[in-house]
């Protein structure tokens, strides 16, 4: 069981940076791997990136490979995403979550175990 918890949302402008954490309580957390999602209204939550148990394999969206970067700090508990030169269609829920059955994040929603609260990112154009 882990509870997880992501922060630093916001209104920001494109082109704009933003990191995001997700600050995990409960469990192991080094084995767990980690993901992040997002769904926008009236659209299906999407994946975006994931990260392996020690933060060695990274997956991305292509939509959103070269401008964002996963991140994880075991030490910490917390995993980041790291957001730069944002677009009016980054604008959504961001929504972090883990996988207690696999080293590796994958990329469908219906892998992972448990879900933070989700937090609100708004790219203004």
């Known amino acids: 069981q882990v509870q997880l918890v992501e922060s630093g949302g916001g209104l920001v402008q494109a082109g704009d940076s933003l990191r995001l954490s997700c600050a995990a309580s409960?469990?192991?957390?080094?084995?767990?791997?980690m993901g992040w999602f997002r769904q926008a209204p009236g659209k299906e939550r999407e994946f975006v990136a994931a990260?392996?148990?020690?933060?060695?394999?990274?997956s991305y969206a292509v939509s959103v490979k070269g401008r964002i970067t996963i991140a994880r700090d075991n030490a910490k508990n917390t995993v980041y995403l790291q957001m730069n030169s944002l677009k009016s269609e980054d604008t959504a829920v961001y929504y972090c979550?883990?996988?207690?059955?696999?080293?590796?994040?994958?990329?469908?929603?219906?892998?992972?175990?448990?879900w933070g609260q989700g937090t609100q990112v708004t790219v203004s154009s």
């Open positions: 990260i392996s148990w020690s933060g060695g394999s990274t």
């Open positions: 409960g469990g192991t957390f080094s084995r767990y791997a």
């Open positions: 979550a883990a996988d207690s059955n696999r080293p590796y994040g994958g990329r469908f929603v219906s892998l992972y175990d448990y």
